[in-house]
């Protein structure tokens, strides 16, 4: 298996809704990042977990909470978030280091009411 | 922290004809330069990188050249076609990958 997958494909949510999305990846790869990725902006990244362990968390807002329950898997779960929340998420995947290339799951459309 | 400004923002090119992309980085410790592809509504995918080492790198009509002293590289594409037309980011990396802004690019049958 050489793809990064997302779950859900799309999703829509109210501003006092709990959610999750949802990463998986089975390359055998020890970093996986989560991004935000606003319409023609480049990806921003959010988290950053090596070795099932969270080492940056760029000054996201804590309605964002990422968990890694294994090296396969990858979730952001999402509570009482904004509109301007509403974006594009993309999970990616690299080997080892942080500078390696990383790979792109096909991300989640999330838009936010 | 790492800098990567990108020009153009939007390049129209005729079939046939060649798409150069330009970036600078800040950080002289990155040593790592992917350019990812992005499709309306897909995911970047990764086309082509180069690593510090390396001074040009070739994939069929796909070149990345580097300058390290300079600290600039620049995407070559020949030959486009119009399935060439979306969004292209570079990237450095020296611990973490930062994206420049983007170019959109448009190649007219």
Redesign the interface.
């Known amino acids: 298996d050489t793809e990064v997958t997302q779950t859900p494909k799309h999703l829509v949510m109210g501003m006092t809704n709990k959610k999750s999305l949802k990463c998986e990846q089975h390359m055998g790869h020890r970093a996986m990042y989560w991004y935000k990725q606003k319409a023609?902006?480049?990806?921003e990244?959010m988290f950053?977990y090596s070795y099932e362990k969270l080492s940056?968390n760029e000054s996201v807002p804590s309605r964002f909470s990422p968990e890694c329950p294994n090296s396969s898997l990858l979730n952001l779960h999402l509570h009482a978030l904004q509109p301007e929340d509403s974006a594009l998420y993309?999970c990616a995947s690299s080997q080892g280091a942080?500078?390696?290339?990383?790979?792109?799951?096909?991300?989640t459309r999330l838009t936010v009411l | 922290g790492e800098n990567v400004e990108q020009h153009p923002s939007t390049l129209s090119v005729q079939e046939g004809d060649s798409a150069v992309i330009k970036c600078t980085y800040s950080d002289s410790a990155s040593n790592y330069f992917p350019w990812y592809k992005q499709e309306l509504g897909k995911r970047p995918q990764l086309i082509i990188d180069i690593r510090s080492n390396v001074g040009e790198k070739k994939d069929q009509r796909i070149a990345v050249t580097l300058n390290k002293t300079a600290k600039h590289f620049s995407l070559h594409i020949t030959e486009t076609q119009p399935e060439d037309s979306a969004v292209y980011f570079c990237a450095a990396s020296s611990n973490d990958m930062r994206f420049g802004a983007g170019t959109r690019l448009t190649v007219k049958p």
């Open positions: 023609k902006k480049p990806p990244l950053v940056i993309l942080r500078r390696d290339t990383q790979y792109f799951g096909p991300g």
